[in-house]
Structure formats: C-alpha cells, structure tokens
C-alpha cells in the first residue's frame, strides 16, 4: 500500500530532522515531499551561531585578561585546577542543554540532525568546556559542507587531540591512536588498511597538539620529518598529506555514504543504493548537502520498508516529543537523567566508535522507561529508576566507584520530579473540527509512522472521555506511549 502524502512528509521530517511541531500538523498533507525538502535545506543553509556556555570564572582560568602564556596549565595551583573541572563538568551540562533547545527550536532542523550524526560518528569525550564547544562548533559548521574540511577540522581539534592521545605522539615515540582511529572509525572502516599503514601515519601526525584554550599546535620539533609509506603512497608526508590520501580511496565514500545510510535510512544496508550514493558522493569531491539530497529526494526513501522502521535514539525520542507536544520544563535539567537512563547522554559517548544505535537502544528496562516517559510529562511526575551497570550506559566512567559520580555527573539524584507546562492549546486546535468518533484514527496518522497494535477497544480503557479537549490529551499520552511510537 503506497503512503499517503502526510505519511511521507512525517517521514521526511522525522529522518531530516526531529519530527513536525505541533504547527506543522494541518500543513503536511498538503505540500510534497521534494517541496518540503527544499524548505527544510533553506531554513539550514545559514552559518549557525557559536554556543557558547562556559563561566566567566572559567574563562578567567582559562584565557586571562589579554596575552596568555601558552603553557597556562602548568601555572595553576591544585585548587584552581580543582576548581576548573569542577566548573567545566558544569557547563558541559548547560552545553548540552542549550543544543537540545538548538534540536527543539531550530528551524535548521537537518543542519542539527546532521550535527547529531556527526556528534556520534567523532565521538570525543573530553570535560574540558571549551574543547567540547569549539569541537560542536566544527561539526554544527560544516555538518552540511564538505566532508573533508570537517574531516580535517575535526582532527584539529582539542577535544580529539586530547581524547586519541595526539598531544603525546612525538617522533621516536610515536603515539598510534589517532592514526588508527581516523582509519577505523572515521573514514576506510575496519580492514581496509594495515598495520604498517597505522605505524607510518602515526609518525605523519607527530607533532600535532592543542594548547589549553583549544587552539591547534604544530610543533615542528616533535614532527618526523622523514619518508613515510602510506597505503601504496611514499613521501615526507603530514598529518594533511594522510587525510588526503585518505580522502583520496573511494571506500572512505562508501564507508560514510553506508553510514549515513543506516542512520538516515534503514539500518538494513542495501548495497547497491549505497554504492550508487557513494560514487556521487567521491565524485562531488565529498560535498554532504548532495548526499542528503540524493537520500531525501529518492523515491526509494519513501518507500513502505524504510518508513516506521527506525528505532529513535533517546535524543530524536525527547527532542520529537517536545517538538509536538510545545511545553516549558521548570527544572530543564531533568532532560539529563532522561538522557543518562536511556543511554545517551550528550557530549558523553560510550567510547570514540560513539552510539551503536539501532536495537541497541531498546531492552526491557530502557522500553519500559521510554513507554513512561509521556505520562511522567503529563503529570510532571517523578522519575525514578536505577541506571544499568555497565560502561556503555555509565557513559564509559565505570571505572569511577564512588556510587554518588554519576549522580552528580548529572546533577540530580536517580530520583527526580520533573514539572511541566505543556502548552496545549497550540496542539489541540489542531484537532477541533475532528469528530470524536474519528479523533483515535487522525491522531494515529499524525503521532505514529507505524500502524497501532493494539486490540481493538483496548486503548479506550486508558482515555478520557469527560470533555473533547480531555479525549485529545490522553489519547495523544496514550498513543505516544506505545511500542509503535518508538519507531520513526
């Protein structure tokens, strides 16, 4: 059966971006995909602004009152250190928050999911404040540019130089962990270089650093300079000359092109559509926007197998929620034990291979949570539940034993009451000329991009039938607390 017009177009926003708003309702069925498409790539063509969060009292540390010593670090005292972290774990916090408002709010809505892609794929854990806004900042300018100056940027940043250890790879004591990674993870894939090819890189990315403030160094002393071989290739080459040459082999195209696949489209591969995206891909010279375009103005993309058949990620799982139900949370924080007990907390990858996503978000303890979510909301409910045990879910900290870290981490106890004002009104004036009769079906078609299963008469058992607004309220909590609602 092919998909209506609404269906595709809720397809297309929840995969470009977060979802519709609770605005965008009523206009849906009436515009085409190819239309809307070229809406939602206006509205994110312009340069995004610079987040910036961190505490005067840290920029104080950091950067001073007019020229700063390079090597500032080593002039703190203990408890300006101390102090440092401890105020930079902060704003990390206030980081994360304010580019979930960026996915609520923005009507830049492909730049910020593909930001979000970007964010997972280099991964970087690093609790220094700067380092993680200057590295966003790379990823949210170029998300839709070219994949080799976010490549090259990416690998010029603090926060990666510091996560993969680059700070101490020196001639003579090569450090191979960027070199390897940037192999592995971020462009040919897994068995598609050698051991000797990560050796010789290592050495081509000697001597490359971040000062305190984030700013790259080169420092030509710690550089080798001599002949490298890689992959087939022989010279006196650089950490640029490796990117390149990287950039250079068609299966970095295809190693990205099926990436953005599983994430964008299917996490079930068709082989021929990414090689045929990746061939356009290497030959636009790695220009994104095109690939997004080829993606999102296919018919293959909107097709039944590809619609509902994505399990959102905690972030597209909050973010979708707000962007239809228009709510002011009194304590924002709470956004953050959510996203801890669900697997994914911002800025806090597992480890550098990021989310592994897919069914991997969903188990018994995580849906019964997800399914929960809605109705804490509702009625700015406490929630309440014990976060699994292992690295992937204690966000790689594991190693930390004190049982009050991650509480803190996080700024809360595992216990919180979350108190909401969801503007309704913008919501159900969509729904006034709908019979009540009708109102079950017109919710399913807007909420769920799957159908309902649910025995028939079953759902009414949770509804409110006292007034049409009430009927609207819960049947919409009610629908968005459902297995189907966790598929986009």
Excluded at 31 to 51: G, M, N, Q, R, W
Excluded at 86 to 99: E, G, H, M, T
Aim: net charge neutral.
């Amino acid at each position: 059966m092919a998909a209506s017009n609404q269906l595709k177009n809720q397809h297309l926003m929840w995969r470009a971006g977060f979802g519709p708003m609770a605005e965008d309702i009523n206009q849906l069925p009436h515009v085409s995909h190819k239309s809307l498409f070229k809406e939602i790539l206006k509205a994110s063509s312009k340069t995004p602004d610079y987040i910036d969060v961190a505490d005067d009292s840290v920029k104080g540390l950091m950067i001073g009152i007019g020229d700063v010593v390079r090597n500032q670090k080593n002039q703190l005292t203990e408890e300006q250190k101390k102090s440092l972290r401890k105020q930079s774990q902060q704003d990390i916090k206030s980081l994360n928050l304010a580019w979930l408002r960026q996915m609520i709010n923005s009507d830049a809505q492909l730049r910020e999911k593909m930001a979000l892609f970007w964010h997972g794929h280099f991964a970087s854990r690093n609790l220094n404040i700067f380092y993680q806004q200057l590295l966003l900042d790379v990823i949210r300018k170029n998300a839709l540019g070219n994949f080799s100056d976010l490549l090259h940027q990416v690998s010029k940043s603090a926060a990666m130089i510091n996560f993969l250890n680059n700070n101490q790879n020196k001639k003579d004591h090569p450090n191979e962990n960027f070199a390897r990674e940037v192999m592995e993870l971020f462009t040919l894939g897994r068995g598609h270089y050698s051991e000797t090819d990560v050796k010789e890189a290592a050495r081509a990315f000697t001597g490359w650093g971040s000062d305190l403030r984030g700013e790259f160094t080169f420092r030509g002393n710690q550089h080798d300079t001599g002949d490298k071989t890689f992959l087939g290739k022989t010279g006196r080459f650089d950490g640029d000359d490796i990117l390149d040459i990287l950039l250079d082999q068609k299966q970095t195209a295809y190693f990205i092109s099926g990436k953005i696949y599983r994430f964008f489209v299917n996490e079930k591969v068709d082989e021929s559509k990414v090689r045929w995206l990746a061939e356009r891909f290497y030959a636009s010279r790695y220009d994104v926007k095109k690939l997004m375009e080829d993606i999102f103005t296919s018919e293959w993309f909107y097709s039944d197998e590809n619609i509902g058949k994505r399990v959102k990620s905690p972030i597209e799982l909050i973010v979708g929620i707000r962007r239809m139900l228009p709510m002011e949370l009194e304590n924002e924080d709470a956004q953050l034990l959510i996203q801890r007990l669900l697997g994914q907390l911002l800025f806090y990858p597992p480890n550098v291979a990021g989310w592994p996503g897919g069914l991997s978000w969903i188990d018994s303890s995580t849906l019964m949570l997800r399914l929960r979510i809605p109705q804490v909301l509702y009625r700015s409910d406490e929630l309440q539940m014990k976060p699994k045990d292992d690295d992937d879910q204690m966000m790689g900290m594991k190693e930390h034993e004190d049982p009050g870290f991650m509480k803190r981490r996080a700024g809360m106890s595992m216990g919180k009451m979350i108190r909401v004002n969801i503007n309704w009104e913008e919501y159900t004036k969509n729904f006034t000329d709908i019979e009540s009769s009708e109102l079950a079906g017109k919710l399913e078609s807007v909420l769920l991009q799957s159908p309902l299963n649910l025995q028939e008469g079953r759902l009414n058992t949770y509804l409110d039938f006292s007034s049409k607004d009430s009927l609207i309220k819960t049947t919409t909590i009610q629908m968005m607390s459902t297995p189907e609602y966790q598929l986009c």
